[in-house]
C-alpha cells in the first residue's frame, strides 16, 4: 500500500512533471489560455500514458535492449492516433481548436521518460497507476493554468465547454460580465510563462514550509501537591 501511495504523491506532487521536471511544457504553455482546452488536452496525455504504460509493462521482457526506445515510440505513436481519431469522432470542435498538439504528444518526453523510467522496469499495476498518477498531475497543473489565464484574460470560466461536454453544458462557462478589461498579457505566449513560474514558485513556497521543523511542544511539570 505505501509504494501505490508513494507513486500517486510523486505523480500529483513531488514529481510533477511539469512543475518539477519541466517537461511537456510546449503543449502546456500553448494550448493553456482556458481550462476547456488544458483539461481536454490534460485528459489525451493521461489516456496515452496510462494505455501506454500498460503496453510498456506488459511486453517489457520480450523487448531487447538495443531496440526498446524504438518500440516504446511506436507503441507511444499508435495510441496517440487512436486517441486523436477518437477525439476528432467525439470532440470534434475541441480536436479543431488544439490541432496539431493532440499529434505531438507522441514526442512528449514526460510521456517516453515513463515508459522508459518506471513502465520497462516495473510490473502492469504500478506502471498503470504511474501513468495515471503523472497525467493527472499534469493534467491539473494545465487546467489550473487555463483557469488562471481565461479569467484574467477574457473573464470567463469554462468558455467553450460545449466542445467537450456537448451543447447542453453551455451552462457550465461562468462570465465575469461585458465590463471586465481584461488583461491580453494573460492569454498571450507571456501570461503562460509567467503563470507557470507562478505555480512554480507557489510550489516551492509549499515545499519549503512542508520542509521546516515543526517546534516542540514543552509539556508544563506537575506542580508539588500543596504548593
Not at 76 to 103: C, D, Q, R, W
Not at 112 to 135: F, K, V
Request: net charge neutral.
Amino acid at each position: 500500500m505505501n509504494e501505490y501511495r508513494k507513486i500517486i504523491s510523486d505523480g500529483l506532487w513531488h514529481n510533477n512533471q511539469a512543475l518539477v521536471a519541466l517537461l511537456g511544457l510546449c503543449p502546456l504553455l500553448a494550448v493553456s489560455n482556458t481550462a476547456v482546452n488544458g483539461l481536454g488536452l490534460g485528459i489525451a496525455t493521461t489516456s496515452v500514458l496510462v494505455m501506454s504504460n500498460l503496453t510498456v509493462s506488459l511486453i517489457r521482457n520480450w523487448v531487447r535492449q538495443e531496440i526498446r526506445v524504438p518500440v516504446f515510440v511506436l507503441v507511444i505513436a499508435s495510441f496517440v492516433t487512436a486517441v486523436e481519431l477518437g477525439m476528432n469522432a467525439y470532440f470534434h470542435e475541441l480536436h479543431k481548436v488544439l490541432g496539431i498538439f493532440i499529434p505531438l504528444i507522441v514526442t512528449n518526453c514526460t510521456i517516453l521518460g515513463r515508459a522508459e523510467a518506471y513502465a520497462s522496469r516495473n510490473p502492469a499495476p504500478q506502471a498503470m497507476l504511474d501513468g495515471l498518477a503523472i497525467g493527472t498531475g499534469f493534467t491539473l497543473v494545465l487546467t489550473v493554468l487555463g483557469i488562471t489565464r481565461e479569467l484574467i484574460g477574457q473573464g470567463t470560466l469554462f468558455y467553450g465547454a460545449g466542445q467537450m461536454f456537448g451543447p447542453d453544458a453551455a451552462w457550465m462557462t461562468v462570465s465575469l460580465g461585458e465590463h471586465w478589461p481584461g488583461i491580453l498579457l494573460a492569454i498571450l505566449p507571456p501570461g503562460a510563462f509567467m503563470g507557470l513560474g507562478s505555480l512554480i514558485a507557489l510550489k516551492n513556497i509549499i515545499d519549503k514550509r512542508l520542509a521546516q521543523p515543526r517546534p516542540a511542544v514543552v509539556e508544563a511539570e506537575p506542580k508539588p501537591a500543596g504548593a
